[in-house]
């Protein structure tokens, strides 16, 4: 079995590839099965947020497994496959679980050190818990690389006046309005995103903040939390836009909230530019809205040179936590090793107690005198016997995996105590089969 990590990001593709292959919420589940029916996926976890779509599996071959993703995120998306080829990126065994830790640590992330995406790496790894597409290996994995996180961020700090994207998407908006406090702002969205959008509109004193959502009372609720914002209909969107000098866009829908012709006539009524910073995946503002001449339009990549210049100052932690993360690395696949033993120390057990079972029948019927207290008695003591003369194998067994000879070690062992592996055996194909149930 191999461990290979396979997706896109905001390192390997531009905005309009991401959200090309950007899973909604609705269609994890169903994904996770499909991938789980290739042909070599043993276990999967996929997750998809505004910066990266990736899958991380367990497959019985490195080349076909590669080969059967690709497939399935052609497929999914419709995409061909030398198409999309030049934007993934495929990392194996090693390599695989190192990104996997830097990921959830947000090492990997536009912005350095940020914690939403541990939060995002476990609800994927939940969700793919409850659709039965892990196993043994990948919730090993996942819960070691959720704990290290944890860990990291706890005593390392590096998360500490991290940019957020709602962060950079104000500076963006100070930069070109210096004046905020004269300033109006339209927030379109009321997700987490758009909450930290408003914490820091509000924090630069921005003279009025106007929310609109879908649901109207989650506009309600989130503008209640601030003196100078109120909420809106969605349906006045827009006349808002056009009482706006700035608009900020963050929400969950899979297409254009405003489109490029909704744009064009806001801005030939305008006499002032608009300002639209758009911060979803998939983008939620038709792009083509930037060859307005009135509007100022920029989205998730254009925020990018904001984000690198704050994250210098913690990049002296990063060279730390790699080599933690190494270490992180090179324990799992001890586990890993240790992992196909334990089969042959169950074999090992089971047939020294069914030595025990025969031993204590053919006793009774030599000894039918015997009171059940003396039997019990006789039980107790020749299974102490079986487990003193076990201890020192199981503990040798256990450390022949790290040996450079491991195989050779472990098939003497297996001769010396007659163990067939078939334990081993039906034990991985249990593995197969329960996974891709």
């Known amino acids: ?93 090693k390599e695989a679980v190192k990104h996997l830790y830097e990921v959830a640590a947000g090492l990997d992330s536009l912005v350095l050190g940020e914690t939403q995406i541990l939060g995002q790496v476990k609800q994927a790894f939940f969700k793919a818990q409850k659709a039965e597409t892990t196993g043994t290996i990948l919730n090993q994995l996942f819960r070691e690389v959720i ?119 806001i801005s030939e009524s305008r006499n002032s530019p608009l300002l639209v910073i758009d911060i979803s995946l998939p983008r939620n503002v038709d792009p083509a809205a930037a060859n307005l001449s009135k509007v100022f339009l920029y989205d998730l990549d254009d925020l990018e040179g904001v984000i690198s210049a704050n994250t210098e100052e913690r990049q002296s932690l990063v060279a730390q936590l790699e080599t933690e993360i190494e270490k992180e690395a090179e324990l799992f696949f001890e586990w890993e090793k240790r992992l196909g033993v334990v089969p042959l120390i169950r074999e090992l057990r089971e047939e020294a107690l069914l030595i025990q079972e025969k031993t204590m029948q053919s006793l009774e019927n030599k000894l039918p005198g015997l009171t059940e207290r003396e039997y019990t008695v006789i039980g107790k003591h020749m299974k102490s016997i079986i487990n ?36 081993e055996m039906k034990e991985t194909q249990n593995q197969k089969n329960e996974v891709g149930k």
């Open 1 to 93: 079995m191999y461990i290979l990590s396979v997706g896109l990001n905001h390192k390997t593709a531009p905005i309009d590839v991401r959200e090309r292959f950007s899973f909604t919420e609705a269609e994890i589940d169903k994904a996770l099965i499909a991938l789980q029916n290739e042909k070599s996926i043993l276990e999967n976890v996929i997750f998809s947020t505004c910066n990266r779509t990736e899958i991380t599996a367990v497959v019985d071959q490195t080349h076909t497994g590669k080969y059967y993703i690709k497939r399935f995120l052609a497929d999914w998306f419709g995409i061909r496959l030398e198409e999309m080829a030049s934007y993934l990126f495929f990392h194996e065994e």
């Open 147 to 265: 704990h290290f996180a944890k860990d990291m961020h706890h005593r390392t700090k590096i998360n500490e006046n991290a940019v957020s994207v709602s962060y950079a998407a104000v500076e963006v908006a100070k930069r070109i309005y210096p004046d905020l406090n004269q300033k109006s702002v339209l927030l379109v969205g009321a997700g987490k995103m758009s909450e930290l959008a408003l914490e820091n509109l509000a924090g630069s004193g921005v003279l009025e903040i106007v929310l609109a959502n879908r649901t109207e009372e989650h506009a309600q609720k989130l503008a209640h939390k601030f003196k100078n914002a109120r909420s809106i209909s969605f349906d006045s969107l827009g006349c808002a836009i056009q009482d706006a000098d700035i608009v900020l866009v963050s929400t969950s829908a899979e297409d254009y909230v405003l489109s490029e012709a909704d744009m064009r006539q």
């Open 388 to 423: 003193q003369m076990l201890k020192h194998p199981i503990a040798e067994i256990k450390e022949m995996p790290g040996k450079a000879d491991a195989d050779h070690q472990i098939e003497i062992f297996k001769t010396i105590f007659g163990l067939s592996g078939k334990i």
